[in-house]
Nanobody, 116 residues
């Protein structure tokens, strides 16, 4: 079973950038659709971006389109989320997810805080 560990979160000023990493172990991520989601306490978890198994197709939430870039390195078994032009509304815990058909696994999340 694949296990996911996110890293790269932290405190950044509005307009700044961060790169999140999601390191997978236990199984190659090659067959999985990988995605990033985020959650603010008291709110539902929301989709941010996903990338297909080949890395050729990506999708983004409208709120991050043009600012965030998702990528994957199947050799390093890692998925990335480059976040640019960060805004206070991007403050959340960011989670990585691996999905293959109906089976999926979540990481434990990494906190991103954007100050104004």
């Amino acid at each position: 079973q694949v296990q996911l560990v996110e890293s790269g979160g932290g405190l950044v000023r509005s307009g700044g950038s961060l790169r999140l990493s999601c390191a997978a172990s236990g199984y190659p991520i090659t067959p999985f659709v990988m995605s990033w989601h985020r959650q603010v306490p008291g709110q539902e978890r929301e989709f941010v971006a996903n990338i297909d198994s080949t890395g050729r197709r990506t999708n983004y939430a409208d709120s991050v389109k043009g600012r965030f870039i998702i990528s994957r390195d199947n050799v390093r078994n890692t998925v990335y989320l480059q976040m640019n032009s960060l805004e206070p509304d991007d403050t959340a815990v960011y989670y990585c997810k691996a999905q293959r058909q109906d089976a999926y696994t979540w990481g434990s999340g990494t906190l991103v805080t954007v100050s104004s």
